[in-house]
Antibody, heavy 121, light 102 residues
């Protein structure tokens, strides 16, 4: 089965750092762009970042640019989101998602169940 | 790019027809996807390229539109269809339409 499993969510103080992981299975991981999307409590979906299959293309949402980085290890079939200088407004459920093959505009066809990040003192 | 969904909330009963709208701030051809999101679950792709049903999505779901105006239609609501629906294009999501049980 095609599956994505996120981990690494935690309670962290403002200004702190956290690294999220997403482990993939059931598909040729290196062939796919991978995205991170989040949902803050009571809010809608917000796109966070994505990375190309070979790890060369990386893009970030304006609200996280300069604070978050994204990387992947294709040998370990995993994608990572390094979050630095965390703010209260980064509190959210973070989802890892696969971009549909051939998609021209980030259609996300497989999603993990999410991992929760809480930024609070 | 701004995606504006309407209505914010739609209250209907099972068996009724649901029509959800998404308007883009500029033309995006047919490059639009729709997702269904239920509490405690990950979002689920429902429609892509405006009118193509994703794998496993029942035929009561249909999508239409191009350019700036798009519609997701559920022809006869089933209890499991009540959820929040988002449209999306590239790194932009609409604010969502909550489809609730009347």
């Amino acid at each position: 089965d095609v599956q994505l499993v996120e981990s690494g969510g935690d309670l962290v103080h403002p200004g702190g750092s956290l690294r999220l992981s997403c482990a993939a299975s059931g598909f040729t991981f290196s062939n796919y762009w991978m995205d991170w999307v989040r949902q803050a409590p009571g809010k809608g979906l917000e796109w966070v970042a994505n990375i190309g299959g070979d790890g060369n293309g990386k893009y970030f949402g304006d609200s996280v640019k300069g604070r978050f980085t994204i990387s992947r290890d294709n040998a370990k079939r995993s994608v990572f989101l390094q979050m630095n200088n965390l703010r209260a407004e980064d509190t959210a459920v973070y989802y890892c998602a696969r971009v549909r093959s051939g998609s021209q505009y980030d259609v996300m066809d497989v999603w993990g169940r999410g991992t929760t990040v809480i930024v609070s003192s | 790019m701004v995606l504006t969904q309407s209505p914010a909330t739609l209250s209907l009963s099972p068996g009724e027809r649901a029509t959800l709208s998404c308007r883009a701030s500029h033309s995006i051809s047919k490059n639009l996807a729709w997702y269904q999101h239920k509490p405690g679950q990950p979002p689920r792709l429902v429609m892509y390229d405006a009118s193509n049903r994703a794998t496993g999505i029942p035929a009561r779901f249909s999508g239409s539109g191009s350019g700036t105006d798009f519609t997701l239609t559920i022809s006869s609501l089933e209890p499991e269809d009540f959820a929040v629906y988002y449209c999306q294009q590239y790194r932009h999501f609409g604010q969502g339409t909550r489809l609730e049980l009347k």
